[in-house]
């Protein structure tokens, strides 16, 4: 049973972000020939406001991979928000997407690619084989802030295995919906829409990789990526893709849609490493959201024990 914990106010993106890393990332987007998206919204405009609303999922299977760590508030996790296709502040998310998805259309997700059982399905009938379970992560961004969120979902290998891929699925790629009308931000050429990510085959077995279709026992509201998302502990928080459409298997890495943005900065791992810098900010800390001094980050955000196998013999500073 989660108990709701202290609320976090409404701290603005700059007070929580180190003003010069979140400075950096703006100066990033508009150099990079981007219009930024904040200026659909007036920047002072407070936080929305969210309730913890009633547990619609009940009986969760409780995970064994679960932390200890103080929950990060309702509040925070669903009103501090990176969503670019709402929005390139930490606010706009949460107003802007209260409508999404919107209901009245089907969510329909592809799989597809190098496997025998490809499908176009209704996200009812995704996930209904599946045991949904409670799992408790760090989530760190590569901003240097981080969470601690009680997700709701399933192992992506679970998917992968019905999926059954063939000898040629080395990667699994992912794709945000691309809906302008519903997602404003698609309006302005701020990433290269869809948004879309991928992982190694192994790293996306791994047990720890998860489908996540809500948290603090409820379904995913629009900013946090319902209905469906990705969840990788290990990895900086933009591997974390929201609102998935497409799930392909292919052969050649697939190119991200930050790494397409900035190839220097934005690598294919993106494993939280506190030894590997950003090239314009130290990644040796982090903010905890609620938490007023900055804690030490840990190799792969803690969860060494469980991945750093597969990185054996890899240079983890080329391969970043
Ligand atoms: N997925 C999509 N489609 N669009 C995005 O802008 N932002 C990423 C990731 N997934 C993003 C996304 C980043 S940078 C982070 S840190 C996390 O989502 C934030 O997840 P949260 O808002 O639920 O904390």
Not at 16 to 25: A, C, G, K, P, S
Not at 288 to 305: A, D, V
Request: one cysteine or more; aromatic letters at 12%.
């Amino acid at each position: 049973m989660l108990i709701r914990k202290k609320r976090l106010g409404e701290l603005p993106a700059s007070e929580i972000t180190d003003q010069q890393v979140y400075l950096d990332r703006r100066k990033f987007l508009n150099s990079s020939a981007t219009i930024a998206v904040a200026s659909l919204l007036p920047l002072s405009m407070a936080n929305a406001k969210t309730e913890l609303p009633e547990a619609t999922y009940l009986d969760l299977k409780q995970s064994p991979y679960s932390i200890a760590d103080e929950l990060t508030s309702y509040q925070s996790v669903t009103t501090y928000n990176n969503f670019y296709e709402f929005g390139t502040d930490k606010a706009s998310p949460a107003i802007m997407a209260t409508k999404f998805p919107d209901k009245s259309k089907p969510w329909r997700v592809t799989i597809e690619g190098e496997c025998d059982k490809p499908g176009e399905y209704d996200y009812d009938d995704l996930i209904r084989p599946f045991t949904l379970e409670e799992r408790i992560y760090r989530f760190r961004c590569v901003e240097g802030w981080s969470m601690v969120i009680p997700w709701v979902g399933f192992p992506l290998a679970d998917l992968i295995k019905r999926a059954q891929p063939n000898s040629r699925a080395k990667f699994v790629e992912f794709m945000t919906l691309y809906d302008p009308k519903q997602m404003p931000g698609q309006r302005r050429q701020v990433l290269n829409w869809p948004y879309t990510e991928g992982l190694r085959i192994d790293e996306a077995m791994n047990p720890l990789t998860l489908l996540s279709v809500g948290l603090y026992g409820s379904e995913l509201l629009g900013q946090n990526g319902a209905p469906i998302r990705l969840v990788v502990p290990w990895k900086y928080g933009f591997k974390s893709i929201k609102s998935i459409v497409n799930i392909r298997f292919v052969e050649e890495m697939p190119n991200s849609a930050w790494m397409k943005a900035g190839p220097r900065e934005y690598g294919f791992y993106s494993n939280v490493n506190p030894n590997v810098d950003h090239p314009r900010w130290s990644q040796s800390k982090e903010r905890r959201l609620g938490e007023f001094l900055k804690r030490k980050t840990e190799i792969f955000n803690g969860y060494e024990e469980q991945v750093a196998d597969l990185y054996t013999g890899m240079d983890l500073t080329k391969n970043f």
